[in-house]
T-cell receptor
Framework: GENVEQHPSTLSVQEGDSAVIKCTYS??????FPWYKQELGKRPQLIID?????GEKKDQRIAVTLNKTAKHFSLHITETQPEDSAVYFC??????????FGPGTSLSVIP | EADIYQTPRYLVIGTGKKITLECSQT?????MYWYQQDPGMELHLIHY???????EKGDLSSESTVSRIRTEHFPLTLESARPSHTSQYLC????????????FGPGTRLTVL
C-alpha cells in the first residue's frame, strides 16, 4: 500500500533560524501535496499546498518544494517565530484520490 | 459562516456504553472523514464518505460504524466503548473537485472509564 514518511519527527530551532521538514511518498502518480499545521489543542489547518505541475510555491515565510522524480516534497519555514511551534503534517493525495497523512513533525522554536 | 461542527466537545463515559459522536458541516462538501488522534500524534483514518449513502472503512475502523443519510451530517457510533477508545476524534470534510483541502472540526475528546 501507499507509504508516507516525514523527517525529522522532532525539530528544535532557535528563533530566527530556518526549519525544513521533508515528506516522502510512495505513489508516483500522486498529484496534490499539502502541508497542515496543528497547534497544541487546535485542529489541523492547511498552511500551503502545491500541485504536481509546479516545483515550488512561496507564501511569505513558508514555502513548499516538490521533487516528483525522487517522490518527496519539503516544507521550508524561514525566520522562525515562537508561534511556528506546532506539529506539521504532510498529506499527499494518491492516484486513487485518497489522502494519506504523514506521521507528523513536532517543531519547537526556542525564543 | 461555513464551518464544521462536532458535538459533544468532551465526553466521559463508562465501559460498554454505546455512544454517537456528531459531525455536521455547512461547507457544502461531499467528502467527509473521521480521524482518531492522540494529542500531537498521528492522524488515523477511521471512516470516510464520498457522498450520501457512501461509506468506506479506513485503517482503524473496527468497533465503530458511520452513516451518511444527509450530505451535511456524518455521525460516528461506537457500539460498546472501551478504555482503548479514549482519544480525540476529529471530523473533516473536503470538496470532490479542486484542491481537496480538508477542513477539520474542533474535535471530540472522549474518555472511557
Amino acid at each position: 500500500g501507499e507509504n508516507v514518511e516525514q523527517h525529522p519527527s522532532t525539530l528544535s530551532v532557535q528563533e530566527g533560524d530556518s526549519a525544513v521538514i521533508k515528506c516522502t511518498y510512495s505513489d508516483s502518480a500522486s498529484n496534490y501535496f499539502p502541508w497542515y499545521k496543528q497547534e497544541l489543542g487546535k485542529r489541523p489547518q492547511l498552511i500551503i499546498d502545491i500541485r504536481s505541475n509546479v516545483g515550488e510555491k512561496k507564501d511569505q515565510r513558508i514555502a513548499v518544494t516538490l521533487n516528483k522524480t525522487a517522490k518527496h516534497f519539503s516544507l521550508h519555514i524561514t525566520e522562525t517565530q515562537p508561534e511556528d511551534s506546532a506539529v506539521y503534517f504532510c498529506a499527499p493525495k494518491t492516484s486513487y484520490d485518497k489522502v494519506i497523512f504523514g506521521p507528523g513533525t513536532s517543531l519547537s522554536v526556542i525564543p | 459562516e461555513a464551518d464544521i461542527y462536532q458535538t459533544p466537545r468532551y465526553l466521559v463515559i463508562g465501559t460498554g456504553k454505546k455512544i454517537t459522536l456528531e459531525c455536521s458541516q455547512t461547507m457544502g462538501h461531499d467528502k467527509m472523514y473521521w480521524y482518531q488522534q492522540d494529542p500531537g500524534m498521528e492522524l488515523h483514518l477511521i471512516h470516510y464518505s464520498y457522498g450520501v449513502n457512501s461509506t468506506e472503512k479506513g485503517d482503524l475502523s473496527s468497533e465503530s460504524t458511520v452513516s451518511r443519510i444527509r450530505t451535511e451530517h456524518f455521525p460516528l457510533t461506537l457500539e460498546s466503548a472501551r478504555p482503548s477508545h479514549t482519544s480525540q476524534y476529529l471530523c473533516a470534510s473536503s470538496a470532490i473537485q479542486g484542491h481537496n483541502e480538508q477542513f477539520f472540526g474542533p474535535g471530540t475528546r472522549l474518555t472511557v472509564l
